[in-house]
């Protein structure tokens, strides 16, 4: 079992940064990828950065040189520095952490933080 808590969201203006954090129940390490999904109202979930154990980080082409993936492994956190917002960035943002076990595949979510990027 995996308990994710997100921080961070909240209103910014475009061309605005803001930071989220996702604070995991356990070590990171055990962890076989952790990210970052979001979902703008009537539409479906999407993927915004997945770190896997490796380091491999893969960003959705939307986010790419905007937002950047970070981790804590001493505080078992993970972050999402969001720069240069743009209104199409409003979203729930979800954490997302994948846990592989047995040949099983388990996703955690967090419970989402609203980012709203309007003036």
């Known amino acids: 079992q995996v308990q994710l808590v997100e921080s961070g969201g909240g209103l910014v203006q475009p061309g605005g940064s803001m930071r989220l954090s996702c604070a995991a129940s356990?070590?990171?390490?055990?962890?076989?990828?952790m990210g970052w999904y979001r979902q703008a109202p009537g539409k479906q979930r999407e993927l915004v950065v997945l770190?896997?154990?490796?380091?491999?980080?893969k960003y959705a082409d939307s986010v790419k040189g905007r937002f950047t993936l970070s981790r804590d492994n001493a505080k078992n956190t993970v972050y999402l520095q969001m720069n240069s917002l743009k209104p199409e960035d409003t979203a729930v943002y979800y954490c997302?952490?994948?846990?592989?076990?047995?040949?099983?595949?388990?996703?955690?979510w967090g419970q989402g933080t609203q980012v709203t990027v309007s003036s």
């Open positions: 770190m896997t154990s490796g380091s491999n980080t």
């Open positions: 356990r070590s990171i390490f055990s962890i076989n990828g």
């Open positions: 997302n952490a994948i846990v592989v076990s047995l040949a099983t595949t388990v996703d955690y």
